[in-house]
Each structure stands twice: as C-alpha cells, then as structure tokens.
C-alpha cells in the first residue's frame, strides 16, 4: 500500500468548467475526508465520509460542490461551475477505525487553478 | 470556521536552536494532533495527544496539553534545515478533525 493516492495533481480548467478530482484512500480506512487549502491558510473542513455515508458537509461548500464515496472505497469531488474563488489545493485523507479522531494520513493533494 | 489558531504565524531560527509554536482552540476534545507540511505538499501526522495526557515526546519533539487553559505547545528541539515547514494543530471538538492556520517555521543554517 503506497498510501492515499490523489488524481489529477494539478488541474487548470476554465471558470464555468465542471471538474472531479479522484482520491484513493488507504485500504480499509473506514473514514475518508476532503479539505481545501489556500495559500498561507490551514486546510479547510469541505466534508467526510465513514464508508460510505457522508456524515457532514461544511457550510462553506455551496451547491456548485458534490462528493460521493461509492461502496465506501476511492470517493470523488466534482465542482460544477468553477468559479475563479475555487482556486486552491483539494486534500483527501483518510483515517482508521470507527471511534475517536485518529491519525489522518494525506494525499499530495490536487492543485486547482480556475482561468 | 478554524477551531485552532497557532501563535506565532511564522517564526524563523537559527540550525541548532529549539523552537516552540502553541495552539490554542475554543471546544472540549478528545485529542490534539499537529501535522507538518512542507511546500506544495500533503501533510504529515507528527503526534497526536489524548485529552487525558499532559506531555508527549517522539524523538525531538514535545507537546504538551493543558485543557483548562485549551492550549497546547510543540517544541522541536536542536532544530535542523530540514524542519523548514508549516506546522499545524487539528482538533476534533466540532466531531470532525479541524485544522488552525499554522505556524511557518523557518530554520536558517
């Protein structure tokens, strides 16, 4: 196992492109997370999944934003629109286990630049 | 909305010289975990330390928590060029892992 895998790395699509970034986690991490990160920021809670379910989604994602984890392995984050402000690295994650908050291991993470 | 805020925002030394960042955060927690991220890069799961634990040490690094004052520190000791990165506390008050805005540590050789 290489760890959680991210594709593409880097995407430039115009404003008002749909785009979907893959992310692969870790086999048999039960919980799989998504973040954007801007430049000088921390990353930013978009949404998570224990399997397959999508537990939470943040307030800050509008409904331009979509991720779906099928039979609760690779999961998909599709922005519809790109808008110039949805510029910035998406990081998927994953983690162990069912109970309390543990070590979460990253992707390299998918740079968007929205022209 | 961040739940942690790191202090200072950037903090640059000397190789050889220790360097300590602090997290503070608003929620009860289960556990703290501080994360590096070198340039353009993924991050990386440093430590994580469980509300009921004080200090925790992996090899050049201390965190130490107090949860009455729902504050932590990461002191990296005999710091290296190689430390250069931005550091990150993430909680899980809020029932998911949140992420402060970081510390970036400079080491100058």
């Known amino acids: 196992d290489t760890g959680v895998s991210q594709d593409p790395r880097h995407k430039i699509t115009k404003r008002g492109q749909n785009v979907t970034f893959r992310c692969d986690p870790i086999?048999?991490?039960?919980?799989l997370y998504w973040y954007r990160q801007t430049l000088g920021q921390g990353p930013e809670f978009l949404t998570y999944?224990?399997?397959?379910?999508?537990?939470?989604k943040s307030r800050l994602l509008s409904d331009r934003f979509s991720a779906e984890r099928p039979k609760g392995s690779f999961s998909t984050l599709e922005i519809q629109r790109t808008e110039q402000g949805d510029s910035a690295m998406y990081l998927c994650?994953?983690?162990?286990?069912?109970?309390?908050?543990?070590?979460?291991?990253f992707g390299q993470g998918t740079r968007l630049t929205v022209v | 909305s961040q739940q942690g805020e790191e202090d200072p925002q950037a903090l640059s030394i000397q190789e050889g010289e220790n360097a300590t960042m602090n997290c503070s955060y608003k929620?009860?927690?289960?556990?703290l975990q501080w994360y590096r991220q070198n340039s353009g890069r993924g991050l990386v799961h440093l430590i994580l330390?469980?509300?009921?634990?004080r200090e925790k040490h992996s090899g050049r690094l201390r965190v130490t928590l107090d949860t009455s004052k729902k504050s932590s520190s990461l002191l990296i000791t005999a710091s290296r060029a190689a430390d250069t990165a931005s550091y990150f506390c993430?909680?899980?008050?809020?029932?998911?892992?949140?992420f402060g805005q970081g510390t970036r540590l400079t080491i100058n050789p």
């Open positions: 994650a994953s983690s162990p286990g069912t109970g309390g908050w543990t070590e979460a291991f």
């Open positions: 086999s048999e991490h039960n919980r």
């Open positions: 929620t009860s927690i289960n556990n």
């Open positions: 999944f224990q399997n397959e379910a999508q537990l939470e």
């Open positions: 993430a909680t899980d008050g809020a029932q998911k892992l949140v």
């Open positions: 330390i469980r509300s009921n634990e």
